[in-house]
């Protein structure tokens, strides 16, 4: 399993498609093998993982994990120690209720870089600085949390995730650094790679626990795939329909235009 950590600048895209206006994951990351685990919104900052393993960001964002990632939040105002208690009890939002983060405030970090355009400035509003962690994956989850108790998100680096430290590590905006997953107990219990499952394999509760359908004959043996619709069948072939043999020939005429009025 080979991981790398990117520190994400502002304005860059989650991706590797190259895009017109923006920059992309192909303009700093040249490796065919990697893909993202755990993107970030294109206006978000900070660490994200590239790596080979087809199952680690599936295992890095189940909540059931309980592998925090921390984010430094600049907000709009002086966050209020009501707000940081509703964060840390969870904050209803429009696809439910969020489960309880940590939630601090804090002094402007010392290690922060500058920004490229800058957060705007405003004099007569105060600005102030939250680090949160949670262990939910949602879209734009910390922006709706911290805009949903009253102080906006404007600005969000993502600093770690599990033991992986963004700062400690002292990674510039722009630059990478592999690391040994080993080193690392969040990585000592990724469950092997297994291969694409496409959304025909059964995953509720009850199911096959995610193995693909295996549709068998009433001998036991497995039904071939590729089976034939209606429209692909000879007459022979089409299933006959059973009647009580009470079945009547349709008289009555056809509705339409070809019927006169009275």
């Avoid at 995610?210 to 036991?220: A, C, H, L, W």
Wanted: proline share 7%; net charge positive; aromatic share 6%.
């Amino acid at each position: 399993m080979k991981i790398v950590i990117l520190n994400k600048p502002y304005d860059v895209l989650s991706q590797f498609r190259p895009d017109e206006k923006h920059q992309t994951m192909a303009d700093f990351i040249d490796d065919k093998d990697l893909r993202l685990a755990g993107r970030l919104d294109m206006d978000s900052e900070g660490l994200v993982f590239l790596t080979d393993h087809g199952g680690l960001n599936q295992y890095i964002t189940n909540p059931a994990n309980k592998k925090f990632k921390t984010y430094m939040v600049q907000v709009d105002g002086d966050v209020t120690e009501e707000a940081l208690e509703q964060l840390r009890k969870g904050v209803e939002l429009k696809d439910g209720m969020t489960l309880p983060a940590k939630a601090e405030k804090v002094s402007e970090p010392e290690w922060l870089w500058e920004r490229n355009p800058p957060v705007r400035f405003r004099a007569s509003v105060p600005t102030s600085w939250v680090e949160i962690s949670i262990c939910e994956g949602r879209n734009r989850q910390v922006r709706r949390m911290t805009s949903a108790v009253g102080f906006p998100t404007l600005r969000l680096i993502r600093t770690k995730i599990g033991d992986i430290d963004l700062v400690r590590m002292d990674i510039k905006p722009g630059e990478t650094k592999e690391i040994e997953p080993l080193l690392y107990p969040d990585f000592q219990n990724v469950p092997a790679e297994e291969p694409y499952r496409s959304r025909s394999y059964v995953k509720k509760p009850g199911g096959t626990g995610g193995k693909p359908m295996v549709r068998k004959n009433k001998d036991g043996s497995v039904k071939k795939s590729g089976t034939k619709r209606i429209w692909q069948m000879d007459e022979s072939e089409k299933p006959k329909r059973r009647t009580n043999g009470t079945t009547r020939p349709n008289t009555k005429a056809p509705r339409g235009r070809g019927r006169g009025r009275g």
